[in-house]
């Protein structure tokens, strides 16, 4: 499983920006995949979680009401970032968890991910 991520890029305070993940996978829709960041001297953190089967989702507190994560046929996640602040910038992942799981479950601990992207910077300016 390969992942992707893009879309990162410098964006002014209360502007908006979409990543999107392409995931290299036989069966796209059998992985529950994940949004994370980390911003310089801190530790990678939980952004937002969707199921196998795109029916349940799950955020941070800090991004909840403005970003929302989805799913498409086509291989590919995506991360609808709206309102932004200093504070999120960061450098967002992607990840895919392999592990057998009901198809509505989240996973939400960056450990219980085996499959990472690259990373997408995300800049805020204020």
């Known amino acids: 499983v390969q992942l992707q991520a893009s879309g990162g890029g410098l964006v002014q305070a209360g502007g908006s920006l979409r990543l999107s993940c392409s995931v290299s996978?036989?069966?796209?829709?059998?992985?529950?995949l994940g949004w994370f960041r980390q911003a310089p001297g801190k530790d990678r953190e939980f952004v937002a979680a969707?199921?196998?089967?795109?029916?349940?989702t799950n955020y941070a507190n800090s991004v909840k009401g403005r970003f929302t994560i989805s799913r498409e046929n086509a291989n590919t996640m995506f991360l609808q970032m709206n309102s932004l602040s200093t504070d999120d910038t960061a450098v967002y992942y992607c990840?895919?968890?392999?592990?057998?799981?009901?198809?509505?479950?989240?996973?939400?601990?960056?450990?219980?991910?085996?499959?990472w992207g690259q990373g997408t910077q995300v800049t805020v300016s204020s």
């Open positions: 996978a036989r069966t796209f829709s059998s992985y529950p």
């Open positions: 990840a895919a968890d392999s592990r057998p799981r009901s198809p509505d479950q989240v996973v939400v601990t960056p450990s219980l991910y085996d499959y």
């Open positions: 969707i199921s196998k089967n795109g029916d349940t």
